[in-house]
Every structure is written in structure tokens, then in C-alpha cells.
């Protein structure tokens, strides 16, 4: 039905900067509020950025003036910029995008596989 693919992580010096792309394909009527999250091994998934459909967004305090969070509605995707990256920004990042399928119009919340940031000192 909906498919998510992040892209965009990669290996990184500290103080330097990714793009992550979260893609949504499928049958899709409506790709709607997305956020990022992240996961180091033993913790939980953090919440670290959201953007609602029309373009509102949110931040985690600790990235807050580093990242920035966008979309495009006509390619259904949704990016984060990453500067001035940090060890601890060292995480697998996933999406998860409100979606309503275009077949059913129900909405389901749907997340990538996630792609792998490793921030070096």
C-alpha cells in the first residue's frame, strides 16, 4: 500500500552536516503530519522533529537550531537538514508519516527502515 524510504545517512565528522530524505510511495491519497525520530541501541526512539501537512514544525530542544525540518508535497517527501552535527546526533533515524491510502481512505501511520547516521569526533 505505502511504502516509506529514508536516504541520506552516512558517516560524518562532527560539525558537519546531512540531508535525510523520507520518500512515500504507493497508493496514496494524502501524505500528512511526518516526523523524525532516532534510536541508539538500549534507548528508546526519540521524537526529533515534526511538519504537519501544511508546513508547521517542531523540534526536540537538542536539536533545535541545528536541524531543520521540510517537505515537498508534490514528490511526498519530507527532509531533514542536519548541521553542525554532534556524536550524540550518532543514531538510526526513521520516518513516520500519517498516510491516507488512496483505495480505503483510511489513514494509517506508517515508518521507514531507517538509515544510519554516525557522527565522528
Known amino acids: 500500500q505505502v511504502q516509506l524510504v529514508e536516504s541520506g545517512g552516512g558517516l560524518v565528522q562532527a560539525g558537519g552536516s546531512l540531508r535525510l530524505s523520507c520518500a512515500a510511495s504507493g497508493s496514496i491519497f494524502s501524505f500528512n503530519a511526518v516526523g523524525w525520530y532516532r534510536q541508539t541501541p538500549g534507548k528508546q526512539r526519540e521524537l526529533v522533529a515534526t511538519?504537519?501537512?501544511?508546513?508547521?514544525?517542531n523540534y526536540a530542544d537538542s536539536v533545535k537550531g541545528r536541524f531543520t525540518i521540510s517537505r515537498d508535497n508534490a514528490k511526498n517527501t519530507v527532509y531533514l537538514q542536519m548541521n553542525s552535527l554532534k556524536p550524540e546526533d550518532t543514531a538510526v533515524y526513521y520516518c513516520?508519516?500519517?498516510?491516507?491510502?488512496?483505495?480505503?481512505?483510511?489513514?494509517?501511520?506508517?515508518w521507514g527502515q531507517g538509515t544510519q547516521v554516525t557522527v565522528s569526533s
Open positions: 511538519i504537519t501537512s501544511g508546513g508547521s514544525t
Open positions: 513516520n508519516a500519517h498516510t491516507v491510502v488512496r483505495d480505503t481512505l483510511y489513514g494509517s501511520n506508517y
